[in-house]
Structure formats: C-alpha cells, structure tokens
C-alpha cells in the first residue's frame, strides 16, 4: 500500500524525479550504444499505396532510422473469416503482406517491431461485431501466437494492442484498463512461449486523458498494474508522448498526462511500480521507456510553422535522447504526406511531402541524427 502511495504523491507532484532502474544488399551492422530512431508510415511501408517503399528506406537512412514500427490491425490478417460470428477451423491468419515488409527491411538492415492490435474480428468481440468491444482475450492469445510463429527469428520485438486508453481502440472506457491486462497478459504469455526471446512491450498509450475519450495514461497504468492483481512483467513501456502545439519542454498541465516535456511522471511511476512488485521487468527492474509514436502536425488547422517544426522535432527528439538509457527508443510518426482524402490523412505528422521533397523538419532531424550513435545502422 505504500508503494502506492508513493506512485500516486509522485505522479501528484509532477513525477520530476528520473531514477535509474534498472538478405539483402547491405549486411546490418551491429548494435551501437545509443537511442534507437524508428520511423512507423503503414501505408508506405507495408502497402506501398502512395509512395514507393524502397525510396522510402533511402531516405529512412538519412535520419538513421534502425527501426520499422508497423501496427498490425487484427482483423485484417484474418481476412474473409472476421465478419464471422464463430471462428473458423484450421488455419486463420494471412501474414502476406508483412512479409514483404521484412523482407524489405532486412535488405536495409532495419529491424521491424509489431504492434498487435484491434480492431479485432467479429467472432472475438464482446458485440459479435469486427471492432474494439471487449476484445477475447484467448483469442487474441492465438493471433499473438500466430504473429510470434510466423516471424520467430526474423521478428524480434512486440507490442500489445495500441493506445488502449483511446475509446478508439478498446471500448466502453470504463472497461479498458481490465480489458487491456487481460489481453495483454494472454498476448504476453503466448508470444514467449513461442519465442521466449523476443520483446513484449505493454502500453502503446495516449498521451493526455480527454473525458469520455482518453483516460490518462498514468491512471490507465496504474489501474491495469492494480494491487489486487497478480504482478506483470514486461521488457519495456511504449508510449506516444504527442506535444501538439507547444514547445516540447513544456510538462503537459494534468498530472497524470506524460508529453514529451514530462517523462519523468512516467519513469517515475514504472519505477514505484517496481518496486512494489506490480509491473516490472522479468528480472524484477523497473521497465525501460519506448517512445513508439511522435511528430508534430504539417498540416491542418493544428500545424505549425515549417521552421518552427523542424525546432521542436529536433528538441523534442534530444529531450528523449538525453533520458537514454532509461528511453531506449523515440519514434517518428508518418515518412510521406498523405494524398487528400486518404483515410486518417487530417493526422498528418509527415517529414517528406506526397512527390518526396523534403521539408524543413526532415532536414533539421537528418542533420540531428547524423553525428549520433542510434542503435543499428546500415
């Protein structure tokens, strides 16, 4: 119990406390010292739909990309099967489509992480219907499993689920802390018994609550690693620390909300809940910090000023760089513009526009990058 109080007077009080816790063409390189910059646009690196992918991994390399993040929405890799109420016998899951990605990847020396995420297939919902309501958590098991199969050996790092404090993604609110321990702990159990080596990260949290659709991320960690609970274990904490319209040292005002210029509040809580024995490493360390989404808006009525946004980005980037080892990763969120009317296009947090010029903020972080040590490398 008091281990819990100590979260909740940390968090209180802006948790700004950092305590130390525990083929291709080319061949990869081995590991250097130093945080990892990973790059996520699905629709150019796993579908390709409005930009070629091999000249997106060209320009990866200039901002020393060692890292791929791909979310994996579950119903997707179960094809014709998930508007089904009951799941079919034998064989569900197509993982085409990523393997080409890998494939790809592997020829640039990058390493490719998963997020295995909703929304889920009609027969594995509480609503019989293919979206976010009470995903099962046993059949989400046999899509991690199958994930973990498929790519043993050549896949070494997963999440689960994303941003499952978004109703968005896990639905009602009010049910998603329990919903998402559950599927995590049933991702976490099936992925390491297939390849015990690999990386399970948990969260993949929103950065600020909003009412009725955000619960805060610091309340959502602490209500899945309950006290009442038997303990977790992870091999890190991913997290999108999005900073909008701000400069990118300003701490986010509620203080269970994490923005990239409060992280702190969130080392801070991973390590109270290490050490009372809820959510820690397998080795019993407080988790390491992945930063698996990031940018700031190029376009829309949020955007900001070209100069000003190749600023920030760089900062915001050295702010997470100057946490490692505690931050292992920071990751940019979108490579190319989207085309108008693409779905989810408004989101638009791209470096390059929709022919490939580069902007401002691609260049400000190529040059940033440059004279780095960022984990793998070509």
């Not at 009602?172 to 559950?182: E, G, I, M, W």
Request: aromatic share 10%; glycine share 10%; hydrophobic share 45%.
């Amino acid at each position: 119990m008091a281990a819990l109080v100590l979260v909740a007077v940390a968090v209180a009080a802006g948790g700004y406390l950092v305590l130390s816790g525990g083929g291709g063409r080319r061949a990869p390189r081995a590991p250097a010292r130093g945080i990892e910059i990973a790059l996520d646009d699905d629709p150019v690196f796993v579908r390709q739909d409005h930009y070629s992918r091999e000249l997106a991994f060209e320009q990866a390399r200039r901002l020393g990309v060692s890292w791929i993040r791909v979310v994996v929405p579950w119903h997707t890799v179960a094809g014709a099967s998930a508007t089904r109420r009951r799941p079919p016998a034998g064989r569900i899951y197509d993982w085409t489509v990523y393997d080409g990605l890998v494939r790809a990847a592997r020829a640039h020396g990058v390493q490719v992480e998963m997020a295995l995420a909703g929304p889920a297939p009609a027969w594995a919902t509480a609503d019989g219907r293919v979206g976010v309501d009470r995903p099962e958590p046993g059949s989400f098991a046999g899509f991690a499993r199958s994930a973990a199969r498929h790519f043993r050996g050549l896949i070494h790092r997963y999440s689960i689920w994303n941003e499952p404090n978004h109703v968005a993604w896990i639905a009602p609110l009010q049910a998603a802390p329990t919903v998402y321990r559950r599927l995590y702990a049933a991702g976490w159990a099936a992925i390491k018994q297939v390849d015990p080596r690999a990386q399970v990260l948990i969260g993949e949290t929103s950065p600020h609550g909003r009412p009725g659709k955000v619960i805060s991320p610091l309340r959502f960690l602490r209500a899945v690693a309950c006290a009442r609970c038997a303990p977790l274990h992870a091999d890190g904490y991913a997290h999108h620390p999005y900073e909008f319209a701000d400069p990118p040292e300003r701490s986010f005002p509620g203080p269970d909300d994490v923005t990239i210029g409060s992280l702190p509040r969130l080392t801070t809580a991973l390590d109270c809940l290490a050490a009372a024995g809820l959510l820690s490493t397998p080795a019993g360390s407080p988790l390491p910090v992945y930063l698996t989404e990031f940018g700031y808006y190029r376009s829309g009525p949020h955007a900001l000023a070209p100069n000003t946004r190749a600023a920030y980005l760089v900062r915001a980037f050295g702010i997470a760089a100057r946490l490692y080892p505690r931050v292992r990763q920071i990751l940019q969120y979108l490579l190319v513009a989207p085309p108008p009317g693409y779905p989810g296009g408004q989101f638009d947090t791209s470096l390059l526009t929709q022919t490939g010029v580069p902007t401002p903020a691609f260049k400000a972080l190529a040059a940033w990058a440059s004279g780095r040590s960022v984990g793998p490398r070509w």
